[in-house]
């Protein structure tokens, strides 16, 4: 069988390219689509050299590991070890699902053309079967993660939170509160309730203050945040149409267990009284701010 250099090439690239795009999309990363081509070529050179055994240490464990981290720095950039250690995480498990997929896929379709020479596996399949089998094994991955994130993020109770207001970042934790499905009814953008006090330490007082006199009719305001305040309206037992001044923040930062959520529209509800005596949390958050929410920080293409 007569294999080419150039379409083992071009097959590894659109697969490492699948594999990488998918891993920014499960993790939410910003992605520069150069960047991807870059660590899709870098695996897809070194495949080649594996496939030629020009690369004599091509079944090393060690330098398979080096050239994952190798490709996960070209295409992610991670700012420190602990994203680079996620990152690579995701990576080989997106990896093992979509190698899987597609090969199942190759397997029932041509499986008399299939053969492996030095850890590669080629043969005469078309290529759009292969990238088919990434498809399908993307859907897949992309499904049991979100299945799995999910049920993390609702057995963890509190988390630790970063609100970003002007120039101030105040760094606190919130409850998850399940009933809490507060939005601003224009931008329907998720509330955050917190502690006044808590507050304090990015927000002027005297704006803190002014929200109950807005409540109260009064529309003096602090020019600064005029343009951030909100109403929110709200139910709870024994109160039915209530109000709520809220301010809009910069940026939300969420840390889980799995990853850092971003929301650069999230609103905040200052609340006089003390939420937790034991001082365990200072605030609520909605399932709408973990949701795993696809509204975070936006991705660019």
Do not use: W
Request: proline letters at 3%; glycine letters at 6%.
């Amino acid at each position: 069988m007569t294999i080419y250099v150039d379409v083992v090439l071009l097959e590894n690239i659109c697969m490492n390219y699948i594999i990488l795009f998918s891993t920014t999309y499960i993790m939410k990363i910003k992605r520069k689509h150069i960047r991807l081509f870059l660590s899709s070529l870098v695996g897809a050179v070194y495949a080649v050299l594996a496939y030629a055994e020009i690369v004599p240490l091509y079944a090393n464990f060690i330098v398979k590991v080096i050239l994952s981290i190798v490709m996960v720095y070209i295409a992610f950039y991670p700012k420190n070890f602990k994203g680079l250690l996620k990152e690579l995480i995701v990576f080989y498990l997106v990896s093992f699902a979509l190698g899987g997929c597609a090969f199942a896929l190759l397997y029932i379709v041509r499986p008399q053309d299939i053969f492996i020479k030095n850890g590669v596996y080629i043969g005469t399949y078309p290529l759009k079967i292969a990238l088919l089998g990434g498809i399908v094994g993307f859907v897949i991955t992309y499904i049991a993660f979100k299945v799995v994130k999910n049920k993390i993020i609702k057995n963890q109770i509190i988390y630790e939170v970063e609100i970003s207001i002007e120039d101030k970042t105040l760094k606190t934790r919130l409850l998850l509160d399940t009933g809490n499905m507060l939005k601003d009814p224009i931008s329907n953008s998720p509330v955050l309730v917190v502690e006044k006090n808590t507050l304090k330490e990015i927000i002027p007082e005297e704006v803190l203050e002014e929200t109950e006199k807005i409540l109260g009719g009064d529309v003096k305001r602090n020019e600064k945040y005029q343009k951030r305040l909100r109403i929110i309206p709200f139910s709870s037992i024994g109160k039915q149409n209530g109000i709520m001044v809220g301010i809009k923040a910069d940026k939300v930062k969420i840390t889980n267990d799995i990853e850092e959520i971003i929301n650069q529209n999230a609103i905040i509800c200052p609340y006089d009284k003390k939420m937790s005596k034991q001082n365990r949390y200072f605030g609520l958050i909605g399932p709408e701010m973990l949701d795993v929410i696809e509204d975070k920080e936006k991705i660019s293409y």
